[in-house]
Nanobody
Framework: QVQLVESGGGLVQAGGSLRLSCVAS????????MSWFRRAPGKEREFVAA????????YYAELVKGRFTISGDAAKNTVYLQMNSLQPEDTALYYC?????????????????WGQGTQVTVSS
């Protein structure tokens, strides 16, 4: 059974930064895709960023490109999301997710494992 545990959320002022972490436990993740999603109050869950665990290739949603950076530490089975220039509209519950292939659509229903989420709140 794979477990994903997020941390690093909190309250930050607009323009500030946060780094989220997702620790994965279970099997070897070398062939998996790890991603971050978020759900803002009253909105659908949306894709934020993804990283190919084996090659380090990354992919971002347009709304975070240039501000957020996804990275991974294979030795620690940990994925990070560095978030800079945060804005109030970035306020959401941020989730870590995993699936067993790279590429294609990043719809949430293509991901098979999910964490419980970590709350990010950006004040204006």
């Amino acid at each position: 059974q794979v477990q994903l545990v997020e941390s690093g959320g909190g309250l930050v002022q607009a323009g500030g930064s946060l780094r989220l972490s997702c620790v994965a436990s279970g099997r070897d993740f070398s062939s998996y895709t790890m991603s971050w999603f978020r759900r803002a109050p009253g909105k659908e869950r949306e894709f934020v960023a993804a990283i190919s665990w084996s090659g380090g290739t990354t992919y971002y949603a347009e709304l975070v490109k240039g501000r957020f950076t996804i990275s991974g530490d294979a030795a620690k089975n940990t994925v990070y999301l560095q978030m800079n220039s945060l804005q109030p509209e970035d306020t959401a519950l941020y989730y870590c997710a995993r699936r067993t292939y790279w590429g294609g659509s990043y719809r949430s229903d293509t991901f098979t494992s999910w964490g419980q989420g970590t709350q990010v709140t950006v004040s204006s």
